[in-house]
């Protein structure tokens, strides 16, 4: 494997599960983050990761949890979540946090019914 | 505050034209970086080019072009010779270096190549 990865790639779930998004990344970075693409709307940053420190929480609602156990893995784990929760969920990962490149994963397709 | 626009929202070309997307952007800093990503329609976001503010030397690499201009905050990219796998969603994106100022997208410039 190479580069950043995600898993599952599509998601249906109902509002009442519980799911878990992964996201590994290869390529020896310090940070990782969580963004949210919803139709016709720009990348959201959600959270940001250094060295398995929160660094950032863009105001997401409590039912997005967040877990980092070391640089190279990051979830997302999803409950009561609502329909307009549906998105695109991309995560990337970046050697700093400050003017390096990120790079992403293919994203994981949720849909909420 | 920083902020990029893209004020291209959909373009469409026939394959083979030349094609140009506009980047716009706003920043204090005099130390920052400027992105290019492609997203084509699996969803991934593909890295095309880094920018540092203090190079302003334009940027060819095989089709692609990039046309960075501090003097109007604008960092274009162009496409030469369009092909059908260039259709996508264009973003371009800004970051400082110092602050807390994380990496900031444009709205995406969705780019459709006619065969």
């Known amino acids: 494997e190479t580069g950043v990865t995600q898993t599952p790639r599509h998601l249906v779930m109902g509002m009442t599960n519980k799911k878990s998004l992964k996201c590994e990344q290869h390529l020896g970075h310090n940070a990782m983050y969580w963004y949210k693409q919803s139709a016709k709307k720009p990348l959201e940053l959600m959270f940001v990761?250094?060295?398995?420190?929160?660094?950032e929480n863009n105001s997401v609602p409590s039912r997005f949890s967040p877990e980092c156990p070391n640089s190279s893995h990051l979830f997302l784990h999803l409950h009561t979540l609502q329909p307009e929760d549906s998105a695109l969920y991309l995560c990337?990962?970046?050697?700093?946090?400050?003017?390096?490149?990120?790079?992403f994963g293919p994203g994981t397709r949720l849909t909420v019914l | 505050a920083q902020k990029v626009t893209q004020a291209q929202t959909e373009i469409s070309v026939v394959e083979k034209e030349d094609v140009t997307l506009d980047c716009v952007y706003e920043t204090r800093d005099t130390t920052y970086y400027l992105f290019w990503y492609k997203q084509p329609p699996s969803g991934e976001l593909v890295f095309l080019i880094r920018r540092n503010s203090f190079d302003e030397q334009n940027e060819i690499s095989g089709r692609y072009s990039w046309n960075f201009q501090k003097s109007t905050s604008s960092f274009n990219f162009t496409i030469t010779a369009s092909q059908v796998v260039d259709s996508a969603v264009y973003f371009c994106?800004?970051?400082?270096?110092?602050?807390?100022?994380?990496?900031?997208f444009g709205t995406g410039t969705r780019l459709t190549i006619i065969p």
């Open positions: 990761y250094n060295f398995k420190e929160q660094t």
């Open positions: 990337a990962s970046s050697q700093g946090i400050r003017g390096d490149t990120q790079y």
């Open positions: 994106a800004l970051s400082a270096n110092f602050g807390n100022e994380k990496l900031t």
